[in-house]
């Protein structure tokens, strides 16, 4: 018996040594076989085996061919040339060429399988990719035969960009590729009775990469795994496996429960139609998975999977999840610290979002008072200054200069300024009436109550802020008497005009009230364009002007300064305050 194996050993080592040096002969010499189509004006016989592919021929030159049947057939037939279908006995008959031009006709026999008389090659094979293949004829060695044609499909292997070559039926492929996959026929050309016949042949061909001689491996679960369940609850149980692709053998991927830690005592589990994909090109996924009902909860479960090769195994334990409750009152006690949270942030920025609401949103309602101006200008100019007595000084920086007297001192820059244009767009070219604190109250009066009374009496108060402004007092006190008048009523507009934004960067000496601060952040503001004349349309001045109060209060002639401090205006003051 040792003997008999070692001969069989020594047949198969002599067998992959001298098959190769043959094939490679072949494909060396890549010998191609010079192809002729099926000629015009002739009669050709087919013949087919029932049950087997069975592909209708095409001509060179004609581009397309479509083979209709003739006689006394139930079923008129029509294919085209290519056309594919599985032989049966009603396809046998006569066909003739319905776009030939000519005529060419076949005749095609459909012969059972069992009467052909001889054991043929299998109608399918199995190629491994990078390799050599042989495809056989099926049935060249039962018969005579005068010549064989391969084909691909309906293409002439001969003739395909690809090493192969044809000898004694058979095609040899030097080198398969995974694209060699697909249906091959070979036409055996015999003589019976004095009649040639083409006798074709199907082979279907897979390619495929060599199988890697393993046992099925279990991805997940892991060796030990333990899965959280929740209790009265179903529970499903996945096991992904990975295993080599097989010839004609699936793995098998199985779930059993058993008792007690008793690898014996196993109950094989209904598990659905495996679900399955190919993840590289020698291996495929298994996935099987099992609902696992809640009277089952406490038990062991094992994932077997098998192939071929051997199997594997992997068991699972369960345990109780603890499910975290939360309280019934989560949801209120949300909501309570949320609105507790947005309170807070009211109460903080309260004075901001005041501010906010009355500069954009109700200074266009008025209580019926009877303003005098339109616009109190506050600004500080760069003329010397000259201090008064008192707890404040008033000087020719801020706006108490006249026009008379900016007009006058360096005529040529001093109609660039801010506090020149301004006045000047506002009564002159727009018409409204200004208060400025030099030219339209009297001298000798208590400084703040002549500051109040003219914000007090005006529908809007302009603030030309620059770093002079924000380091004079006296301006500073202006802004902030606005800023209280705004927060009290609701009639004034406020707004800032930058001269230079660089000026809210320095930080002022003394520094600024914290009342003032807050509202520089938040209050309407704008920039001034410096080198813009006031006749052009920009877009300050465009702006400007959609900021103006919407009614001009009636024009009054005056000559001379006007008296703001009348004795009524001392006595609505006292009211005011």
């Known amino acids: 018996m040792t003997e008999r194996r070692g001969m069989q050993i020594t047949n198969i080592f002599l067998f992959f040594l001298i098959f190769p040096i043959s094939l490679e002969g072949c494909c060396e010499g890549n010998h191609k076989k010079k192809t002729t189509g099926l000629q015009q004006n002739i009669h050709q016989h087919y013949r087919a085996v029932e049950g087997e592919m069975f592909m209708m021929p095409c001509l060179k030159s004609v581009s397309q061919v479509v083979w209709s049947s003739t006689g006394e057939q139930n079923e008129r037939l029509s294919f085209d040339c290519g056309s594919k279908f599985l032989a049966e006995a009603k396809h046998s008959g006569n066909y003739t060429c319905l776009t030939c031009g000519s005529k060419l006709s076949l005749h095609l026999q459909v012969v059972e399988k069992n009467s052909l ?116 609850q179903s529970h499903t149980l996945e096991c992904v496996v990975h295993s080599p692709i097989e010839l004609k053998v699936v793995a098998v991927v199985q779930w059993y429960m058993h008792h007690g830690g008793n690898m014996e005592n196993m109950t094989l589990l209904h598990m659905k139609e495996q679900r399955m994909k190919k993840v590289t090109h020698a291996f495929l996924e298994v996935t099987g998975r099992v609902v696992v009902t809640p009277q089952h909860l406490n038990h062991r479960y094992t994932c077997i999977a098998s192939n071929s090769f051997g ?44 501010l906010i609401y009355r500069s954009h949103f109700q200074h266009g309602k008025h209580n019926g008072d009877e303003k005098e101006f339109d616009v109190f200008l506050s600004y500080v100019g760069s003329l010397p200054s000259a201090e008064v007595e008192g707890g404040f000084t008033i000087s020719s920086k801020e706006a108490c200069l006249s026009s008379m007297d900016l007009l006058n001192s360096e005529e040529g820059k001093a109609t660039q300024r801010p506090e020149v244009q301004l006045p000047q767009v506002l009564e002159d070219q727009w018409g409204y009436r200004l208060c400025l604190l030099e030219r339209d109250v009297l001298p000798g009066g208590a400084y703040t109550n002549d500051v109040v009374l003219a914000i007090h009496r005006s529908q809007m108060l302009i603030c030309l802020l620059s770093a002079d402004y924000l380091s004079n007092n006296n301006a500073v006190f202006v802004l902030e008497s606005g800023v209280q008048a705004l927060l009290q009523n609701s009639t004034l507009k406020l707004l800032l005009i930058w001269t230079s934004r660089a000026s809210s960067l320095i930080q002022p000496d003394p520094p600024l009230p914290t009342l003032v601060q807050r509202a520089l952040k938040v209050l309407p503001s704008m920039d001034w364009t410096s080198g813009k004349t006031a006749g052009v349309s920009s877009n300050f001045w465009r702006s400007l002007r959609e900021a103006m109060p919407n009614h001009r209060v009636s024009d009054v002639s005056h000559a001379g300064p006007l008296d703001c401090l009348t004795k009524t205006s001392v006595t609505e003051f006292s009211e005011f305050v």
């Open 117 to 232: 008389g001889c054991q043929s090659e299998e109608s399918s094979v199995i190629l491994f990719i990078s390799r050599g293949g042989v495809i056989y004829c099926p049935g060249f060695n039962c018969s005579d035969n005068t010549d064989v044609i391969w084909y691909k499909d309906n293409k002439y292997v001969s003739e395909q960009p690809r090493h192969s070559c044809e000898e004694n039926g058979q095609l040899h492929l030097c080198q398969v590729k995974e694209k060699d996959t697909g249906q091959y026929f070979c036409d055996r050309k015999i003589i019976e009775q004095g009649v040639r016949w083409v006798f074709k042949r199907a082979v279907h061909v897979t390619a495929m990469f060599n199988v890697s001689r393993s046992t099925p491996t279990i991805v997940y679960p892991t060796v030990n795994t333990t899965e959280e369940v929740e209790l009265g």
């Open 311 to 354: 199997k594997t195994n992997v068991t699972i334990q369960l345990k109780k999840k603890m499910k975290v409750i939360l309280p019934s009152l989560g949801g209120p006690i949300v909501c309570l610290l949320l609105v507790a949270g947005l309170g807070i942030i009211l109460h903080i920025k309260w004075l901001e979002v005041k």
